[in-house]
């Protein structure tokens, strides 16, 4: 491949990188006329974090043409300085400049980006030259010319950034609203990333910058048209962000009469009767060529076929293409005739009256599964061959297949009865089994919720429904719906939670596996989540304090026994009042085990690309390293502030603002404030002062930056039963950031109730901070003597 036929590819014989490996280096970070870059030579920026070279692609590249004329420059003008160098700056800006001394860029890489955005290097719109400066995907994995997906800066508008594929914007942030860009949430409450927008007379950018500089992070426009924030953690690059959520809701992304599949492990295939029109761009991720025919269709010439027109295979289960034209039919019948009458049809739906047929090209197709609510059949025009053969070999396949039943028949008979016997007997008999699970068939399961009628809830992976075992034992069955991420958390949740038993995890009685349909069978809890119990608005009822000193109590129980009983500790990676059930006494059970990881005890932490729930995350698991069980200590801490306020950390205010009670709390406990004005004012200051206190200092301790520093659940438990005692916290600097950096932060302002002046009266606090969090009582004691 020549250098010369395509312009682009001089770019990319120079790759910029993160220095991750031994180069062969000029030893500096400058390239000059008295020492060039070339071979296999590199230059580094000054702290190591960047480096730039050559690529050596397969294949003959060349810098000049026949002519030894470039084919790319920087178009600097002819009376530049003889003294211009390159030097790469620690950030990763390759800065081109008139001498050592010049403070002005002659030309700079941030100014012209390609697939990946580096810290401080902007995405703009220019409103002189009316440029954009936009992220361009690589075409394939394999080749760094040009893409098909791109990220801008809206033009004119300049308020929000959108991903096309060519000419089609099929993403789209949502407008800035001063702080974060308002669809984006997960850019509210970030201590990591420092977000800038600017909007003047001369250009529209955004930019970030990291708060921790020895983070190392980018974002990249990726060849599968998702734009992916990642962090360098052991060697890899780690995933933390990226939308849309999956390839299938880029736009086209399969090309034409491709399928999209976000279940399988390659998301792309050929529609029946297709196949790639470039295996080697296939297998290279670019998808864009989409599929061929393997046949030709015969419209034109059926009468010269004998008689074998076109016909139309059902594609079943599928989100139907776009760009379809409706046609005023009365039966289905009309509406195959319509497209079969048209050379130029391709494909044709029918459904309740409505006759949709497609013109050419089909793009945007999507598999998905039957009780999608948007599943549709679609038929697909085929040469009558491609049809007939499958007719035929299922015809052969069926005759083949009932000649070797038929000596078996009743044998077979006899054994499905038999089996639906013993089904029916373990679902009659399941509250008796005792240490196992039950396999519960889809249609037992279907009567026991009344067709899933009674729906409890729901969340990311599905809905959950009340129901009644023929015994009169009430059940909650989970219906798994999210199918892409549902499937391994099936798996996960049936190994983990099925095998261990404690009083405050809840109890998984079954399960159902037929096909797609993935079902979770639990104990019924009649109380529901702590959740609806414990924010404003959810229940009259108030939830007292001595029932959630209990919950608190119970719930660090379950979580210590998951960290430190199990023969693997496991941790559960979503801890939220949400998860947390409540049985008829109020006695909590950890619950949702779908992004629990197991952690053999000869390893200590375990790298997940899956996120818990935003507000709960540790510090550490956003910026992407591997996460510990102190990732649950932290989300539990996280809730335990929940317990004492009884409301959200976080909530929105009517002026667009974020009211962030830890923040507030942990420096109110810090400066000695009186812990009664922390406490939730509908329990009117009912409450047992030194517990408010030590679920506040636990809460604190719990939420520490360093993990190390954070106590381990079974301490917690220590502290909650008065065998540990623990001391004042400092304050996390997350926490400090969040109120120095953010200015849509602000706090709770202290109750001034009047029925808690009297607990207020008798509560005893300390300013001072010991080097110890936890010690014993005794131990407390001696230090007040001295």
């Known amino acids: 491949m020549d250098a010369r036929r395509n312009p682009w590819l001089m770019l990319s014989l120079l790759f910029l990188g993160f220095s991750v490996n031994t180069h062969l280096s000029l030893g500096a970070d400058t390239i000059s006329a008295n020492h ?21 692609p397969d294949g003959n590249l060349v810098l000049f043409n026949e002519s030894q004329i470039p084919v790319w420059s920087t178009n600097l003008s002819s009376n530049t300085s003889s003294a211009v160098e390159a030097v790469l700056l620690d950030e990763g800006n390759l800065v081109l400049r008139g001498g050592s001394n010049s403070s002005k860029p002659l030309w700079q890489s941030f100014d012209h980006p390609t697939d990946t955005w580096l810290p401080r290097a902007k995405i703009g719109y220019n409103n002189i030259t009316k440029e954009n400066q936009r992220l361009t995907s690589w075409r394939s994995e394999n080749d760094p010319a040009p893409g098909l997906f791109s990220l801008e800066l809206q033009a004119n508008t300049s308020s929000y950034l959108i991903l096309w594929n060519r000419s089609i914007k099929y993403y789209d942030t949502g407008r800035w609203n001063g702080k974060i860009f308002s669809d984006v949430p997960e850019m509210r409450l970030n201590y990591i990333y420092d977000f800038h927008y600017v909007n003047n007379i001369n250009e529209s950018y955004f930019n970030y910058s990291l708060y921790d500089s020895s983070i190392i992070s980018r974002f990249v426009m990726d060849v599968s048209g998702q734009i992916k924030q990642q962090t360098w953690v052991i060697s890899n690059w780690n995933l933390f962000w990226s939308q849309p959520k999956t390839p299938c809701e880029v736009y086209a992304i399969c090309g034409a009469f491709g399928i999209c599949n976000g279940r399988s492990e390659s998301s792309c295939s050929c529609l029946k009767g297709f196949d790639h029109k470039s295996q080697y761009e296939w297998n290279s991720k670019d998808y864009s060529g989409g599929c061929v025919r393997k046949t030709p269709l015969q419209c034109e010439n059926s009468s010269l076929t004998n008689g074998r027109q076109d016909k139309f295979f059902p594609t079943t289960n599928v989100a139907l293409p776009e760009r379809q034209q409706s046609v005023l039919v009365g039966t289905a019948a009309e509406c195959e005739s319509s497209c079969l009458n048209n050379c130029f049809c391709t494909a044709y739906a029918y459904e309740t009256n409505n006759c949709s047929i497609w013109i050419g090209d089909l793009l945007n197709l999507k598999q998905l599964t039957a009780d999608d609510h948007n599943a549709r059949t679609l038929h697909l025009r085929l040469a009558a061959s491609e049809v007939s053969t499958h007719e035929n070999n299922e015809g052969t396949i069926v005759g083949a297949v009932v000649g070797s039943v038929a000596g078996v028949v009743v044998l077979v008979g006899l054994l499905v009865f038999v089996i639906l016997r013993r089904r029916k007997r373990a679902v009659g008999i399941a509250k008796s089994i005792e240490g196992s699970l039950v396999a519960f068939g889809y249609k037992d399961l279907q009567n026991a919720t009344k067709n899933f009628s009674e729906k409890l809830g729901g969340g990311g992976f599905g809905s959950v429904f009340k129901g009644t075992l023929p015994d009169s034992t009430l059940i909650a069955v989970k219906k798994l719906e999210s199918i892409s991420q549902g499937e391994k958390q099936f798996r996960t949740e049936v190994s983990t939670i099925g095998t261990i038993q404690h009083v405050n995890l809840v109890r998984l009685r079954g399960f159902c596996s037929e096909g797609t349909r993935k079902l979770l069978v639990y104990d019924f809890m009649p109380n529901g989540s702590l959740e609806s119990h414990l924010f404003h608005g959810k229940n009259p009822e108030v939830l007292d304090w001595k029932t959630r000193y209990h919950v608190a109590l119970g719930t660090a129980r379950g979580l210590a026994y998951l960290h430190e009983k199990c023969r693997e500790c ?18 909590p059970k950890v619950a949702d085990f779908g992004l629990a990881k197991l952690v053999g005890r000869e390893f200590s932490r375990v790298l997940t690309t899956m996120r818990g729930t935003r507000g709960y995350l540790a510090p550490e698991w956003i910026s992407g390293v591997a996460i510990t069980a102190k990732a649950d200590v932290y989300s539990y801490g996280m809730m335990l502030f929940e317990f004492v306020s009884g409301r959200r950390n976080a909530e929105p205010s009517p ?12 420096s109110h406990m810090t400066d000695g ?3 009664f004005s922390l406490l939730d004012p509908r329990l009117e200051g009912n409450a047992d002062v030194e517990e408010v206190t030590r679920v506040c200092r636990v809460a604190s301790w719990c939420i520490q930056d360093d993990e190390t520093s954070r106590p381990t659940m079974g301490q917690v438990v220590q502290i909650l039963e008065g065998v540990l005692d623990v001391n004042l916290a400092p304050t996390p600097r997350s926490l400090l950031v969040l109120v120095d950096n953010q200015e849509d932060i602000i706090f709770f302002t202290e109750s001034s109730s009047s029925q808690n002046s009297q607990a207020r009266s008798n509560t005893s606090t300390s300013s001072s901070q010991s080097k110890t969090a936890m010690s014993s009582p005794s131990s407390k004691s001696e230090e007040q003597a001295e």
């Open 655 to 666: 002026d667009g603002k974020t009211k962030f009670f830890p923040s507030w709390a942990a």
């Open 36 to 56: 060039p870059l070339s071979g296999n030579q590199t230059i580094v920026s000054a702290g190591g974090d960047f480096v730039m070279g050559f690529f050596k």
């Open 570 to 587: 496991i941790i559960h990676c979503d801890i939220k009042p949400e998860n947390i059930l409540l049985d008829a006494e109020f006695c």
């Open 673 to 675: 404030g009186d812990i």
